[in-house]
């Protein structure tokens, strides 16, 4: 017979595991290329450099729009979908995809706090946070001790991170005012000023 206080211990780790268990599927779909790249260490931190030319070819335009014409959509941080191509589009922008456990995108961090306070006029910055390992509310939390003035959206499906061929968290793209791909990296050896530059 199993005593009480081990079924409220069973109770409390089936719970905790749900988390994990409703994020499988995500695995299966558009996060793919991105466990495939952490599996194999593309993206540790010894590996990652900029290396312009990764994910979506240079030239190319990232697909902002649904098979049926519809809008590309995702969602704010309080679970609010928005447009993707209003914050993309119309002027030259730069696109990182990040998440709170990738030490990368924490180094990469204070460049791109301060690059963006430098060209906020002229180019519009968005950080996307995959949906992998992390919460919209654990997002938030982080945010609040590692404040950005730029928007931070959630791409809980995966659509953005397909959208972008993003093979990973540090993953930077930049666009210019057409909407064309100047520059992809990911790692924290990049130069975030240069990579702006690319799409001015």
Same mark, same amino acid.
């Given at each position: 017979m199993v005593k009480t206080d081990d079924r409220i211990r069973s109770s409390r780790r089936q719970k905790g #595991?749900?988390? +994990?268990?409703? #994020? *499988?599927p995500r695995f299966?779909? #558009?996060? $793919? &290329? +991105? $466990? $495939? *790249?952490?599996?194999?260490? $593309?993206?540790s931190p010894t590996a990652a450099v900029a290396q312009n030319g990764i994910g979506m070819p240079l030239g190319e335009r990232p697909a902002l729009v649904n098979a049926d014409?519809? &809008?590309l959509e995702i969602e704010d941080l309080d679970g609010n979908e928005v447009n993707l191509a209003d914050y993309v589009?119309?002027?030259p922008a730069l696109v990182e995809f990040w998440a709170i456990w990738c030490e +990368?995108?924490? #180094?990469?961090? &204070?460049?791109m706090v301060e690059v963006h306070a430098r060209y906020r006029d002229r180019v519009g910055f968005v950080a996307i946070a995959v949906g992998v390992a992390q919460s919209q509310r654990s997002v938030r939390r982080h945010l609040e001790d590692t404040p950005a003035e730029f928007p931070t959206l959630w791409d809980g499906r995966g659509q953005a991170v397909r959208a972008f061929a993003a093979p990973g968290t540090s993953y930077i793209v930049v666009l210019d005012a057409e909407g064309r791909v100047t520059y992809t990296g990911s790692g924290s050896g990049q130069d975030i000023e240069v990579a702006v530059l690319t799409g001015l």
């Open positions: #595991a749900r988390h +994990l268990v409703s #994020a *499988a299966l779909g #558009a996060y $793919v &290329p +991105l $466990v $495939v *790249a952490l599996s194999f260490g $593309v993206l014409g519809s &809008p589009g119309g002027r +990368l995108c924490e #180094a990469l961090h &204070p460049q």
